[in-house]
Antibody, heavy 117, light 110 residues
Framework: EVQLLESGGGLLQPGESLRLSCAAS????????MNWVRQAPGKGLEWVSF????????YYADSVKGRFTISRDNSKKTLYLQMNSLRAEDTAVYYC??????????WGQGTTVTVSS | EIVLTQSPGTLSLSPGEGATLSCRAS???????LAWYQQKPGQAPRLLIY???SRATGIPDRFSGSGSGTDFTLTISRLEPEDFAVYYC???????????FGQGTKLEIK
């Protein structure tokens, strides 16, 4: 079964750091591009970051550039999102998704990050 | 940066009726890179349509997508109770690579 499972969410204070993980199974992770997408409470979907499967190229939304880092460990079939200098506006459910330019066809169940003082 | 505007914000219909959801882009979008997703409360989004008109695996044929350029439409021909949800359009732009979502259309039971 094709599956993505996020973990690592939690409650943090502004300025703190957190690393999210996304464990993949049921497909060839090493050749698959991946996205992180987030959803603030009661709001719509916002793309956060992309990492290619071929050369590891990475891209970020302007709202997280310089603070967040996407990475992957193909040997562990795991995607990561290192989040530094967290702000209240980063509060959201974070989803990982298997991606192509045309679509995001597999999504995890999400992990919740709350940033509050 | 391309902005996607979905309309209406909320659509109130009854089971058995047809639904038409609109997604308008601020500039022309390649149809290859236009997708639609369904999201139910407490669940992750689910891919419905990609390439503007291709149904994803397992999606019933009452869901169809159409459009080109700046105007795209998701049509649900006969609403089932499980179709009431929020629907998002999404496009991919390559320079620089980024994904953009519309703000969503909530389809609610009338």
């Amino acid at each position: 079964e094709v599956q993505l499972l996020e973990s690592g969410g939690g409650l943090l204070q502004p300025g703190e750091s957190l690393r999210l993980s996304c464990a993949a199974s049921g497909f060839t992770f090493s050749s698959s591009a991946m996205n992180w997408v987030r959803q603030a409470p009661g709001k719509g979907l916002e793309w956060v970051s992309f990492i290619s499967g071929s050369d590891g190229s990475t891209y970020y939304a302007d709202s997280v550039k310089g603070r967040f880092t996407i990475s992957r460990d193909n040997s562990k079939k795991t995607l990561y999102l290192q989040m530094n200098s967290l702000r209240a506006e980063d509060t959201a459910v974070y989803y990982c998704a298997k991606a192509t330019p045309a679509k995001m066809d597999v999504w995890g169940q999400g992990t919740t990050v709350t940033v509050s003082s | 940066e391309i902005v996607l505007t979905q309309s209406p914000g909320t659509l109130s219909l009854s089971p058995g009726e047809g639904a038409t959801l609109s997604c308008r882009a601020s500039q022309s979008v390649s149809s290859i890179y236009l997708a639609w997703y369904q999201q139910k409360p407490g669940q992750a989004p689910r891919l419905l349509i990609y390439g503007a008109s291709s149904r994803a695996t397992g999606i019933p044929d009452r869901f169809s997508g159409s459009g080109s350029g700046t105007d795209f439409t998701l049509t649900i021909s006969r609403l089932e109770p499980e179709d009431f949800a929020v629907y998002y359009c999404q496009q991919y732009g390559s320079s620089p690579p980024r994904y953009t979502f519309g703000q969503g259309t909530k389809l609610e039971i009338k």
